[in-house]
């Protein structure tokens, strides 16, 4: 099996003007990327880290990420990607915990100067002996840094094999401080022959990927999955759905890759109807739970099909659904467990329920990953005792291998002692008519323990109350338990560096008014 690296080569030599990527105005063909990651590779290996030391890469989404985690590659060092959208607790969480000994960003952080921060940072312990900026010499096809040859030589016995660890990614971050997953370059290119199967991916496909790049989703979707079909990708330094439509229309994208949010916020722009969308045909989408009646609304007004994989940053996928797959089976279930991923149900003592139909989901098979980076107490967590890969969620497996998720185990609302689905709740609210996104969380309560409140964002021009809503939701039959006895009305939820709603700010944003309420 190559690498990413030896396949990046390959195309430089066979197509070398051919497009790798495409940001706004810039474009990247396949010699670039080959001789900027080359160049890089030149420029760490000049500052004498061993191999397999960990390198921080801030970086926002563009070709200029994805080739310096060609570099660090080529280099053997490996990448410790960091969402572009992480706060500074996770930024100063993630280099400590992987140890990284040098820190690529570009010069200016949240509007602070960069080498500022990496001061402040070395004064709190950080080993940081290294920083290197990347700025816009990159995308205008100059030399990464000063001083680096056009064509240097580099040691390729340095380079990863595609069995090494050669990234550590994050955990999304909506419960807390994010863990470190390990990564290899099989374990994707696994995943990769699952994708082209399920939607018949090929070299004359043109994907846009809108997730942040370090996260799995992202990994796939931009960094492996185009570089070994030899097909462009489109990738947003920042996005919006409108930004995100006109690409879309003006590269001709035949897959896209988003997450239910933006393909949500896709649906609720107003330039949707006047865009020419027939080059799509494709959309894989996750991350978060996939809401059926949008997802057929998506269908409807794009004329693609919509797909997922279902899983996580560590264990990979655990089932999937695929072209050939029924709408019903596409869009109301996470689709087919995954043959060689061996997928059991347990319960919370770890026992195997797979019988009964209803369980935690376990893996063991060729997409997981390594586990959580030197954390041993969290890869204890992550394993059932005799060492299946657990997702944290609650999910239903039919006897046709379907599975279905009903929420997460860390997301019930525990409302008088009955487990309610935040899940359930947020599917229910998204019918009202003026509701784009939702989240549900818990509200404290002194006589329930929990209560279910609503974060809510309205399309424009409407407005929503809570009778209102419970009114709607009571007419639809929903359950009592899961109508909203709170409801918030925001601008925007709030997102985690992975683009998923950070549901933690919400709890805390809750619990923080509950609180002030109960002042005298």
Same mark, same amino acid.
């Given at each position: 099996?190559?690498?990413?690296?030896?396949? #990046?080569?390959?195309?430089?030599?066979?197509?070398?003007?051919?497009?790798?990527?495409?940001?706004?105005?810039? &474009?990247?063909?396949?010699?670039?990327?080959?001789?900027?990651?080359? &160049?890089?590779?030149?420029?760490?290996?000049?500052?004498?880290?061993?191999?397999?030391?960990? $390198?921080?890469?801030?970086? /926002?989404?563009?070709?200029?990420?994805?080739?310096?985690?060609?570099?660090?590659?080529?280099?053997?060092?490996?990448?410790?990607? #960091?969402?572009?959208?992480? @706060?500074?607790?996770?930024?100063?969480?993630?280099?400590?915990?992987?140890?990284?000994?040098?820190?690529?960003?570009? =010069?200016?952080?949240?509007?602070? %100067?960069?080498?500022?921060?990496?001061?402040?940072?070395?004064?709190?312990?950080?080993?940081?002996?290294?920083?290197?900026?990347?700025?816009?010499?990159?995308?205008? @096809?100059?030399?990464?840094?000063?001083? !680096?040859?056009?064509?240097?030589? #580099?040691?390729?016995?340095?380079?990863?094999?595609?069995?090494?660890?050669?990234?550590?990614?994050?955990?999304?971050?909506?419960? @807390?401080?994010?863990?470190?997953?390990?990564?290899?370059?099989?374990?994707?290119?696994?995943?990769?022959?699952?994708?082209?199967?399920?939607?018949?991916?090929?070299?004359?496909?043109?994907?846009?990927?809108?997730?942040? =790049? /370090?996260?799995?989703?992202?990994?796939?979707?931009?960094?492996?999955? /185009?570089?070994?079909?030899?097909?462009? $990708?489109?990738?947003?330094? &920042?996005?919006?759905?409108?930004?995100?439509?006109?690409?879309?229309?003006?590269?001709?994208?035949?897959?896209?890759?988003?997450?239910?949010?933006?393909?949500?916020?896709?649906?609720?722009?107003?330039?949707?109807?006047?865009?020419?969308?027939?080059?799509?045909?494709?959309?894989?989408?996750?991350?978060?739970?996939?809401?059926?009646?949008?997802?057929?609304?998506?269908?409807? &007004?794009?004329?693609?099909?919509?797909?997922?994989?279902?899983?996580?940053?560590?264990? @990979?996928?655990?089932?999937?659904?695929?072209?050939?797959?029924?709408?019903?089976?596409?869009?109301?279930?996470?689709?087919?467990?995954?043959?060689?991923?061996?997928?059991?149900?347990?319960?919370?003592?770890?026992?195997?329920?797979?019988?009964?139909?209803?369980?935690?989901?376990?893996?063991?098979?060729?997409?997981?990953?390594?586990?959580?980076?030197?954390? %041993?107490?969290?890869?204890?967590?992550?394993?059932?005792?005799?060492?299946?890969?657990?997702?944290?969620?609650?999910a239903r497996l039919d006897g046709d291998g379907v599975l279905t998720v009903i929420g997460r185990s860390a997301d019930f609302i525990?409302?008088?002692?009955?487990?309610?689905?935040?899940?359930?709740?947020?599917?229910?609210? =998204?019918?009202?008519?003026?509701?784009?996104?939702?989240?549900?969380?818990?509200?404290?309560?002194?006589?329930?323990?929990?209560?279910?409140?609503?974060?809510?964002? !309205?399309? /424009?021009?409407?407005?929503?109350?809570?009778?209102?809503?419970?009114?709607?939701?009571?007419?639809?039959?929903?359950?009592?338990?899961?109508?909203?006895?709170?409801?918030?009305?925001?601008? =925007?939820?709030?997102?985690?560096?992975?683009?998923?709603?950070?549901?933690?700010?919400?709890?805390?944003?809750?619990?923080?008014?509950?609180?002030?309420?109960?002042?005298?």
């Amino acid at each position: 099996m190559k690498s990413l690296a030896l396949v #990046i080569a390959g195309h430089a030599a066979t197509r070398p003007e051919a497009a790798a990527f495409f940001a706004g105005a810039t &474009r990247m063909s396949w010699a670039e990327y080959d001789a900027r990651s080359t &160049r890089l590779a030149a420029r760490l290996l000049d500052l004498g880290l061993p191999r397999g030391e960990r $390198v921080g890469v801030l970086l /926002p989404d563009g070709p200029e990420v994805h080739a310096v985690w060609v570099g660090c590659e080529k280099a053997g060092l490996v990448v410790m990607g #960091i969402g572009p959208r992480a @706060g500074l607790v996770e930024l100063e969480h993630l280099l400590r915990k992987s140890g990284a000994r040098a820190l690529i960003s570009e =010069a200016r952080y949240r509007d602070e %100067d960069t080498a500022r921060l990496v001061a402040r940072l070395r004064e709190r312990g950080l080993p940081l002996d290294h920083h290197l900026v990347v700025d816009a010499g990159l995308a205008e @096809g100059d030399a990464i840094f000063a001083g !680096v040859p056009g064509s240097p030589e #580099i040691d390729a016995a340095r380079a990863f094999a595609a069995d090494e660890l050669f990234l550590l990614n994050s955990t999304s971050g909506t419960t @807390g401080l994010p863990k470190c997953v390990t990564q290899d370059q099989r374990r994707w290119n696994h995943f990769h022959e699952l994708a082209v199967d399920a939607a018949d991916l090929s070299e004359g496909d043109v994907f846009m990927s809108v997730i942040p =790049a /370090p996260f799995g989703f992202g990994i796939w979707t931009a960094h492996v999955t /185009p570089t070994l079909l030899g097909a462009p $990708v489109v990738v947003m330094p &920042r996005f919006d759905a409108e930004g995100m439509l006109d690409a879309i229309e003006r590269h001709r994208v035949s897959v896209l890759a988003a997450v239910t949010t933006q393909f949500i916020m896709m649906l609720e722009s107003r330039d949707l109807a006047s865009r020419d969308l027939s080059s799509l045909r494709v959309l894989f989408t996750g991350g978060e739970a996939v809401p059926e009646r949008r997802a057929a609304e998506f269908e409807d &007004r794009t004329g693609a099909r919509v797909l997922q994989f279902y899983g996580s940053n560590e264990t @990979g996928a655990l089932s999937r659904t695929t072209l050939r797959d029924s709408q019903a089976v596409r869009l109301a279930s996470a689709g087919r467990a995954i043959e060689s991923m061996r997928v059991r149900l347990f319960d919370d003592a770890g026992n195997d329920v797979t019988a009964s139909g209803r369980g935690q989901p376990g893996c063991r098979g060729p997409l997981t990953s390594r586990g959580y980076f030197e954390d %041993d107490a969290a890869n204890a967590a992550l394993h059932t005792p005799d060492g299946w890969m657990l997702t944290g969620d609650i999910a239903r497996l039919d006897g046709d291998g379907v599975l279905t998720v009903i929420g997460r185990s860390a997301d019930f609302i525990i409302r008088g002692g009955k487990n309610v689905s935040a899940r359930a709740v947020e599917d229910a609210v =998204a019918t009202h008519p003026s509701v784009a996104l939702s989240a549900a969380v818990a509200m404290p309560d002194p006589v329930f323990g929990e209560r279910v409140c609503v974060y809510v964002e !309205v399309r /424009p021009g409407e407005s929503l109350d809570l009778p209102g809503l419970v009114s709607h939701l009571a007419s639809r039959g929903v359950s009592k338990e899961t109508l909203p006895e709170r409801l918030v009305v925001v601008d =925007a939820l709030p997102r985690s560096s992975g683009g998923k709603v950070a549901k933690q700010a919400l709890r805390d944003d809750i619990a923080r008014r509950v609180s002030e309420e109960g002042r005298p």
